[in-house]
């Protein structure tokens, strides 16, 4: 990121930069700063917008439920910018697999599982239908530091 205008616009913008999720429900990573988490069991929150089913499948018509490619930006369609995030069968896949509900593209969501990798791309897994929620668009001011 790069920081040009008054100081006080430095200083906003130094300010996003360092602004980062914390991995809980109220304050969620990053898709990318979900990305860079080692894999294991260890279960975090991310958020991020649907951009495509499962890895290979980044336009309509979705093949399948099993999983979805959340990103940053709503409108990325590069696999490796993306998180995959497997969709379990207690009501993940029926509720927010594109394949069966294509109103979800571009919704921004928050889900709750462990890094892992799915074919061959980080992901995260072990979601349950519980852990998945769709999470508000509005602009949040950046969280000054207690």
């Known amino acids: 990121m790069k920081c040009m205008g008054g100081m006080f616009a430095v ?15 109220q304050d969620p990573y ?3 700063e979900a990305m860079a988490l080692p894999t294991g069991a260890t279960e975090y929150w991310a958020q991020g917008y649907i951009v495509g089913g499962r890895y290979d499948n980044f336009k ?10 959340c990103a940053d930006a709503d409108s990325e369609t590069n696999v490796n910018n993306c998180l ?3 969709l379990e069968n207690d009501g993940g896949r029926t509720n927010w697999g594109l394949a069966i509900h294509p109103e979800n593209f571009q919704k921004r969501i928050r889900f709750r599982g462990f890094r892992d990798a799915y074919g061959g791309y980080p992901s995260f ?7 998945i929620s769709e999470a508000p668009t509005s602009n949040r001011p950046p969280a000054m530091p207690a």
């Open 60 to 69: 309509s018509p979705w093949a399948g439920n099993l999983g979805i490619s």
């Open 30 to 32: 990053s898709i990318a």
């Open 125 to 131: 897994e072990g979601i349950d239908n519980a852990d």
């Open 84 to 86: 995959q995030v497997k």
């Open 11 to 25: 200083f906003l913008c130094a300010m996003a930069a360092a602004r980062a999720g914390v991995g809980t429900q």
